[in-house]
Each structure stands twice: as structure tokens, then as C-alpha cells.
């Protein structure tokens, strides 16, 4: 029997890039939809039809799994949408997968308190590209061997800010590992301002913007006479889907909540 | 206390390399060195004298052991000595760390069985450099998700041999991990021989000989849409310094038999 | 005045983008489209239909230049029809710019000397990426101080041919340039086939082949003590579009046949 | 018949390189060295003896030109000394090879005029590396195509300064060549101080200083679609012999002054 699951922010580029992952895969497939609006409509590659065709639309959580009796919730929504929405599975003893960013710590709390009373396990994974959270993984155990940090990430000139939020995470996941340390030559001279990047705790962030990148991250880590470096390109969202498959097969039995696709990677 | 360290192979550059590392920590100390010649001599800085100063060196681990009561033998000689070195420091219940490479598979399940009847344990790492073996750990991790892969390793070109040990012994540990897998285009044409690089099992293996080069390698792992790279390179035989006092600290209180730094690594 | 450009091929993939190329320009414009089908139809946005709209197509190029007198032919067909396609072109008193690689040594030849005799210039050019043709060109200026060179490209794993035609035509480059030389260990030993990777003149080439690549090339070249590394990442075919533009300015008032946009590059 | 050159800074670690490198070619020699101590004394494997053995020394130029007739002087001194050295060659007609940094504009000036007063060449080279130049050279040419440019220069964690002298140079040199260009977004959000770099006219320079690095840089240059890396990688001292004795055969025959080894590569 196919894992039902459940998808809230279906419309979105990465609802619609879960979709395809779930329906390629051979074990699990989408049964509803749960959105703001659209009640009652039905949603086919990402456009809504009101035919009974493609993926019924629901509104109501409680509703849906009425009907459908999913096992997970994706939700891939927004800041605004997606605490209601986990909170809400969980009362109902659905599984919450969730890849939208943005819950505050308080929020995160209330969660695990829930997760525990309900007994029903949740993932929560900000970043779903298996790569990616490859390299923060092994950068951060890299550290506690080799503790001179710097990294390095360049994406699109057309983004806006930095440093990238992965790169954030990465020196975080670095300063949870690395033993106490200080980095750099302690009389370092800098003549032009910034040249030596934004500093974590001695580490080095350091952002480049250019058309003709997409999106990249180096972690360079030092020791006496050698270097390891690694590296992730991201080419396009298609890298999200055996992640969110991972989570998907991963929560169901789950009575825990696990932060970070990083915790259910060996 | 400490550790009290005799070293065989101490004239040759690791044995220099490795009691510098020895000497610079604050717990541990070089006792004497086992040699096949030399004995009742002394060594100091890489040279042999006749006067007092110096480690005492001996051509018989029974003597030595008698007089200086080490906890561990660090073997760093060749594969001429190393088996019975191994073998006399087992019998005498001290701890054998072996840096040199050659052992036969033979020679290694009969030291296997000699530390089960001895409980005296060993650590046996034919790669000291612990950005290597975290590069080769990394990858053979991350080859369980991302399974095409290639390897391009760099060297300098006085190199004779290619490919090098440490590509090939990091294609087996993928191997070992990596699921059953068929890599590459079917139909692939290759208009010049050797252009794909060296096979194994579908990994391709491409190896760089260069002047400018030192040592240096990079396993390239590729998935939809991403790609993870995991580079090391080496510069100096200091970064063999960290691991080898980290196998030294670590082998004290074993009973059992450890194949490669990467085990002793979290 | 703006640059009428007639163009050949223009329904192609290669055709969609320099029909934007030109079309974003400011001084040059798409007048016909020359096509061995669809006489008297029009292309607008890569669809023919029968409406007066967008660019009228011709099967014969008399009667285009007739009608619309364009100044240039740009040419990216296919090795079939671009010699025909050259030569009308050429007897009209048409510049022809040509995308489309395949053209033989006897093609070429004859187009040389049309050239001479029209005193109508032209340029062809396998390859209109500038940042590729740069990489070329510096890698052959180069190789004549640091001589040891090994080329490795690198590309997604539905690429049929290894190696690539521009790492081909890379070693070519070099070939040309660099002073006679023996490169590598005379006395190597190579203990996996084609590890050293494919052979030109002692210049080895290395194809990877991975999913989560596009197109990328490196030409590593050593000196004593020092390595120069010039690397070219391809993203989209809108690379090709400046050099497009760069050929088209270009080949007004040329009398004389140009190969390579490296010719024109300063 | 040899090239005879006279060598001031003889007693430095770029004059023992520079020794070196003249001895082993077969068209040059050193014949004596000018210091400001030590006159009479010679100099041998970098020690000052007082037998007649090595490189005569002497502290005036005059004499020693009487006595050895050199046509060269290579000065690899400091900035103080530097000025007296170059204005004391070209006033004897010795064609002054400079490697040291330092020299005031109002210093270049006078020795410009000088120059073309006495007719005697000379070079000016703040870096001999042929890699490091002509990776400056590669820049700055590119930029007048892919006009977006970052440079990242990585150096070992003992190094005082940050940037590097060479990617401040290489920055100059590509603001002498790309067009008028704004670079990057002009919205963009930093979150953390200096992650994006030290500016130069929108063109943003990073320094990662870590152990396990020795001396990298890459200028990157992207473009729609593109982006194109030119990288050099520095091991050792010995990547400055070519670009010595280019320079010691370059400036004999020379009546004019040349600032960079840049404009004596083609």
C-alpha cells in the first residue's frame, strides 16, 4: 500500500516540484490538497480546474483527512501559513513533514511539546537537498579535527542578500563542533575594508554575486599541511525531491520530532 | 603521566616527522627506538651517535621494553619489518600502532588473531593525514545518496604510479557503501582511448601528473540536479602529525584490533 | 540604421536565441528567415503559421535579399545545408556569420577563395560562447611559458561522445602553440587503464561524466613551482548571444574569411 | 658568450633564488654582486667568506662594473635601496632588472627620464611568476567581455596583510580595461558585516587566510550564462627563474623603460 500524503502550498514551486517527486515514486502518492482558497476544486499541474480531475482541493484539514485519510502533511507553505497547519496535523494524528522556513523558536517549542503529547512523530527539514545538508554535516564534523573555518558561497546576482542562509547554518552547525578555538593571525593588517569577510566567532563568511553562478558553497577547512574542502552546487530544484521522499518514508512510526534532514542521514 | 612511546623506523622521514609530533605534545614521550642496527647508540635530530644524548636505540624489543617500559610501539619502518615488529610488541602486551603500508591480508588475520588471544589492541593506519581520511569517509557517507561518482586525483610529476593508492583505496570504501548501481550513458562514444579515465565498476578514476602539483584529490559525487565535491590536499608530512598522536592517545586501554584512522574518527 | 540580418536555420534551438540576440540589439534586426520549407509563411516565437506576422520565411535567398536586402547571413543549420547556404550567400555579396560546425577542409577551402574573389567577408565560428573562447585562447598563449598541460572537461551524463569537441579543439590550440616538448614521467606506470586519461602529443585529456554537472572545462597548465588554471562553466545557451552580436557587427565592410571568434577577440 | 650580470640583494632569499636560476641557464652568468657591506669578501651558496671562492662582492657599482663589465644588474634589494641602484646602472649603461617593490611614483618617474636621457633599457618586474602574470593578463583582457568580476586570493594563516598585493594589481589592471559598468544588485541586503567583500569600484576582493593554504588566487568573470576562472596557484620561489632570466635577455638591446613583465609576454 502507497503512503497517502497530504500537500499544503501545492501550488507553489515547491508543491509542485513535491508532487512530481511523490508521483514518481513508487510507495507513496498525494491524495489532497489543503489550501487557503479553492475549495472543492481540483488542481493539475499547478493550474486549478473545477472538473473532478487531479488533486482534490480542501480547505479544512480535519475535512481532508476525513476523506482521504492521509498518513503525512507536507507543507511546503510559508511563515504564515505553516504553524497552523502542523499544529492541526497533529491533533488529527497526521505526520507533518514541513519544508518552509520561518517558524520562530516559540513556535518550534510549542511543536515539541504537542509532537510529545500526540505521540505523533514530525520532520522538520528548512533545506531538503540531500547535498547540501551532506556538506553541512561532514564540515561539521570536518571542524573538530581541522577547526580553521572559512566558507565560501556564491549564487545569481540577483540575489538579494547575504550571506546565503545555508551558509549561516553551516558556521552555526561548525560552532556546535569545533572545540573552543581561535582563529587567524592575531596581528592581521586589512587595508580595504571587508576583504576578509563577515566573521562567525573567527570564521569567515565570505559572499560572491555574479551573473553566471546559480547557486554554490565551499567550507575550507585547514590543519597543519593540508586542506579539505568541501563543496555543493545546486543546479535546480529537481535535487529537493529524494529528500523530500527521505522525510516523506522516514516519519511514519515516528513519535519524535527530528530538526534537520541532517538527523535521519547516516 | 606520560605516554611512554617506542618508535621503530625512527631514522627514515615519517619516524623524523613522527617523533617531532611525539616530542611537541604535552602527553606522550618518545622512550627509544627499535632499529635493526645501531644498538646501544643514540639518536638526535635524524643522526646516530656514540654519545648519550638523544633516544636510546635498541635491536631487541624484549631489552628495550625491559628498560624503558613503553605503552606503545609506533611502527612507521616498511613492509620487510613491520610483521614481526607487530608481533614481538603483541607478545609483550604493548600497543602496536602501524603507520607503515605492505601488510599482507595473511599477515593481518594472523595479528587479528594474536590481539584476540593477547587482548592487547592495535591501531594499524596506512594513511595518518586526517583530512585524507575524512575525505574518504565523507565519500564513501555520501555515496549511499548521491551513487555516480568520480574521482580525480593530482599529483605532482616525478609520480610514478597512477592511480594513487588513496584513489583506489577511496573507490573500495565506496564501493562498500555505495548501493548496486550502473553509471553513465549506456551508449557512450569515446573517440579517444582513456579519455573516460580508469573503470571501476562504473566509477571513473582520472589521474593529473603535473608540475605545480603537489598532492591533492577530489571525489566528485553527482545527483539530479547537485553535485557534492570532497578535495584534499596535502602539502607536508606535518599533517600527518594530528593523527598520529590521535592513534597513540586512542590505541591505550584497547583490546581490540583497528584497521584505518577513519574507525577511531566520528 | 540598424544591421538587417537575414537568418538560416532559424526554428532551431541555436535560431530561438539569436533571433532574441538580434532582437534585444539595438542596431541590428531579423529581416527573413531563409528556410528549406514554409515559403511564404512567418515565425513568430519559434511557431510558422500562415498570418502576416512576424519573420517572413524564403526558400530561396535571391528573392529574400530581393525583397528585404539584408547586409548578413548568420547561419546555424546544420552541416547539411550551411555550404549551399554560404555560397548563395557569398555570389549575392551577403557577409555570411556561420554557428554551425561540420563545414570539411575542401568546404572550407572553396569558401576561402569565394571570399577572395567576392572581396565579401565572412565568419564562421564553431563556437560563439566568448567566455569559452577566451579560455581557448588564453590557454594557447599560455602553454608557451608553461608547457605541461592536461585538459579536463566535464559534463552531464546524457552527453553521448567523450571527449568534448571544444576540449578537442582546445588541445589543437595548444598543439600550435606551445614549443616542442616531452611531457610527463618517461618511466610512468599506470596500474588502471586509462587512468592518465586520453593522449595528445604527451597532453592528457580527462572526461567526467556526471549527473549535476552541464558543461565545464579546465586547462591545468604546471611550471616549476606554479599552476595556472583556466576554467569555463557553461550555463544556458544565452551565453552565446554577446558573441553572436560580436560576429555580426564585426563581418560588415571585412573583406577576408575569419575562423575562430578568437580572431576577432583582442 | 654569456649574458654577464651583476646582482644586488645577492644575500636574500630572492637573490639565492635568483642565482640560482641565472647558474643553470646556459646563457647567463653571475659575475659579481653589489651589497652595502662585505666589499672584497665573496659569496658562496648564500655565506660571505673571506677566500677568493663565489661571487665577488663589492659595495660601489662603478668599480665593480670596471672591474667585471656586467650587462645587467638585477636588483632584488629593498626600497631603500632600490632608487640609488637603478639611477647608478643606467649611468654606467647597465641595464637595470628590478624585482624589488616599492618604488615611489616620484621615483618610476625620474627613472623613465633617466632612461631615455642614457638610452639604456631597463625592466621593472614586481612579480617574476610568468603564472601570476599572465593570470593578470588574462583578467584584465576578459573583463572588456565579461565585465562582472570577483577575485578571491587565499593565502596561509601567517601572512600580516590582507588583501594581497597581487589581487589589489590585478583589480587595477581590470579597472583599466572593462567598460563603465555597474556591478551587482543595487538592492542588495548584507546581514553580516564585510561577508560581501572589500570594494573597488563595484569589483569585490576576498582574502581567506587558513593553514594549509600557501599563495592562490582566481579572478572570476561572469557573464549571461557564463562564467569564466583564471586561477594560479603558487608552490615555491622557483616559479620566479623564468621569468628572471625572460627579463635578463629581454632588456639587453632595449632603449626604453617597461613596467610589468606583462608587456614583454605576448
Same mark, same amino acid.
Given at each position: 500500500?502507497?503512503?497517502?500524503?497530504?500537500?499544503?502550498?501545492?501550488?507553489?514551486?515547491?508543491?509542485?516540484?513535491?508532487?512530481?517527486?511523490?508521483?514518481?515514486?513508487?510507495?507513496?502518492?498525494?491524495?489532497?490538497?489543503?489550501?487557503?482558497?479553492?475549495?472543492?476544486?481540483?488542481?493539475?499541474?499547478?493550474?486549478?480546474?473545477?472538473?473532478?480531475q487531479g488533486i482534490?482541493?480542501?480547505?479544512?484539514?480535519?475535512?481532508?483527512?476525513?476523506?482521504?485519510?492521509?498518513?503525512? &502533511?507536507?507543507?511546503?507553505?510559508?511563515?504564515?501559513?505553516?504553524?497552523?497547519?502542523?499544529?492541526?496535523?497533529?491533533?488529527?494524528?497526521?505526520?507533518?513533514?514541513?519544508?518552509?522556513?520561518?517558524?520562530?523558536?516559540?513556535?518550534?517549542?510549542?511543536?515539541?511539546?504537542?509532537?510529545?503529547?500526540?505521540?505523533t512523530g514530525g520532520?522538520?527539514?528548512?533545506?531538503?537537498?540531500?547535498?547540501?545538508?551532506?556538506?553541512?554535516?561532514?564540515?561539521?564534523?570536518?571542524?573538530?579535527?581541522?577547526?580553521?573555518?572559512?566558507?565560501?558561497?556564491?549564487?545569481?546576482?540577483?540575489?538579494?542578500?547575504?550571506?546565503?542562509?545555508?551558509?549561516?547554518?553551516?558556521?552555526?552547525?561548525?560552532?556546535?563542533?569545533?572545540?573552543?578555538?581561535?582563529?587567524?593571525?592575531?596581528?592581521?593588517?586589512?587595508?580595504?575594508?571587508?576583504?576578509?569577510?563577515?566573521?562567525?566567532?573567527?570564521?569567515?563568511?565570505?559572499?560572491?554575486?555574479?551573473?553566471?553562478?546559480?547557486?554554490?558553497?565551499?567550507? &575550507?577547512?585547514?590543519?597543519?599541511?593540508?586542506?579539505?574542502?568541501i563543496r555543493h552546487?545546486?543546479?535546480?530544484?529537481?535535487?529537493?525531491?529524494?529528500?523530500?521522499?527521505?522525510?516523506?518514508?522516514?516519519?511514519?512510526?515516528?513519535?519524535?520530532?527530528?530538526?534537520?534532514?541532517?538527523?535521519?542521514?547516516?
Open positions: 500500500m502507497k503512503i497517502k500524503v497530504a500537500i499544503a502550498g501545492a501550488r507553489g514551486r515547491m508543491g509542485t516540484t513535491a508532487i512530481e517527486a511523490i508521483e514518481e515514486a513508487v510507495d507513496a502518492e498525494v491524495v489532497a490538497a489543503l489550501d487557503y482558497k479553492f475549495d472543492g476544486m481540483h488542481l493539475h499541474n499547478a493550474s486549478v480546474n473545477e472538473e473532478k482534490p482541493i480542501y480547505t479544512s484539514l480535519s475535512k481532508l483527512v476525513e476523506e482521504h485519510h492521509p498518513t503525512v &502533511l507536507l507543507d511546503v507553505t510559508d511563515p504564515d501559513a505553516v504553524f497552523t497547519n502542523v499544529k492541526d496535523a497533529l491533533s488529527l494524528g497526521i505526520h507533518p513533514v514541513v519544508g518552509t522556513s520561518g517558524l520562530t523558536k516559540q513556535e518550534l517549542k510549542q511543536i515539541s511539546e504537542m509532537v510529545e503529547t500526540t505521540k520532520i522538520i527539514a528548512p533545506n531538503f537537498s540531500i547535498g547540501a545538508v551532506l556538506m553541512m554535516k561532514f564540515a561539521a564534523q570536518a571542524s573538530r579535527y581541522l577547526g580553521d573555518v572559512e566558507i565560501l558561497e556564491m549564487h545569481h546576482d540577483r540575489k538579494l542578500d547575504a550571506p546565503s542562509g545555508t551558509a549561516v547554518k553551516t558556521a552555526e552547525m561548525i560552532m556546535e563542533n569545533r572545540p573552543p578555538h581561535i582563529q587567524g593571525h592575531p596581528e592581521e593588517q586589512i587595508h580595504l575594508e571587508g576583504a576578509r569577510g563577515g566573521d562567525v566567532e573567527g570564521m569567515k563568511i565570505h559572499s560572491i554575486r555574479l551573473p553566471g553562478l546559480l547557486a554554490h558553497q565551499q567550507v &575550507l577547512l585547514g590543519g597543519e599541511g593540508e586542506l579539505l574542502t552546487d545546486s543546479l535546480s530544484r529537481k535535487s529537493f525531491m529524494p529528500g523530500i521522499m527521505m522525510a516523506i518514508r522516514n516519519v511514519i512510526g515516528r513519535n519524535d520530532l527530528i530538526y534537520g534532514l541532517e538527523n535521519i542521514i547516516d
